[in-house]
């Protein structure tokens, strides 16, 4: 994905796996369904850095924008390719190539959204990967931010019944743990990102957490009926305190003003 970060093709099996489970869904059609609402009806052009398999690409494509995935991993591309060949209709909309998000090679506002998401949570300081993306958010547009929520250190281990690993961390507010595909993944507040969003250049939006109440059910695989009810329920409290704050991921969004 980035320069520090594992090439996620050596886990691919079982990010798919996730990604087309409950848990992984929920995130990507909570994390697309906010991008969207804040692109509005127009057409844009869309950034995705850390692409992995396209999961995001896909669903902003199918609404109608212009899409470029960036990634990393070839493995990674490679299953992005085959993802987007099943969906020929959406293949005229879509750019994949492969790339870093310390180097990306794009000029400055060219992107009405950048989006980094399930990336920043394997480097170790997010300072620097949102300067780099920030400076590509184009007047009107927005920066999407999704990682891991410091705020909900333990919560997923409490659930499942891990005491000792979850009150470890909740005693000494670790920011490392490992992730759901066995990598150490790095948590940030979203005071933090909203400050360096702020940093930036960009006015923060209303933040999201993201997986409340079905993180800890990696075995989790609904029919379609609980899974839309399961989506609704989170999607009402991805945006109310308390219960943002126990979301396993954070979304931030952050804006650049337009110009008059």
């Known amino acids: 994905m980035t320069a520090a970060s594992p090439d996620f093709a050596t886990v691919g099996g079982a990010y ?23 692109l509005g009806d127009r057409q844009a052009r869309v950034l995705d ?54 180097t990306l090679p794009f000029d400055d506002a060219s ?5 980094c998401h399930g990336v920043v949570m394997y480097l170790p300081d997010s300072a620097a990967p949102v300067a780099h993306l920030a400076r590509l958010v184009a007047p009107g547009g ?3 931010i999704l990682t891991k ?21 909740i005693e000494s507010g670790q920011a490392t743990s490992p992730g759901n595909l066995g990598l150490t993944t790095r948590g940030d507040t979203p005071a933090h990102l909203d400050d360096l969003a702020r940093a930036n250049g ?11 109440f079905h993180d800890h059910r990696d075995d989790w695989a609904p029919q379609e009926e609980e899974y839309q009810a399961a989506l ?26 337009a110009t008059a």
């Open 16 to 38: 798919a796996a996730y990604s087309n489970g409950g848990r992984g869904r929920l995130r990507h059609d909570i994390t697309a369904r906010r991008v969207l609402a804040e």
């Open 49 to 102: 850095v850390g692409c992995g398999d396209a999961q995001m690409v896909l669903r902003l494509a199918a609404a109608g924008h212009e899409v470029t995935g960036v990634e990393k991993s070839a493995g990674m591309l490679t299953a992005a390719a085959e993802r987007l060949a099943a969906a020929p209709d959406l293949a005229e909309r879509v750019t994949l190539t492969e790339g870093d998000v310390h």
């Open 111 to 115: 992107f009405d959204a950048v989006c």
């Open 142 to 144: 927005v920066l999407s």
């Open 149 to 169: 929520n410091l705020l909900a250190v333990g919560v997923r281990e409490a659930l499942r019944g891990q005491y000792a690993s979850a009150q470890a961390q």
């Open 202 to 212: 960009l006015t923060p939006l209303p933040w999201q957490g993201v997986r409340i």
């Open 232 to 257: 609704a329920l989170e999607w009402a409290a991805s945006t109310r305190s308390p219960y943002r704050e126990l979301g396993r991921l954070v979304h931030t969004l952050a804006r650049r003003e």
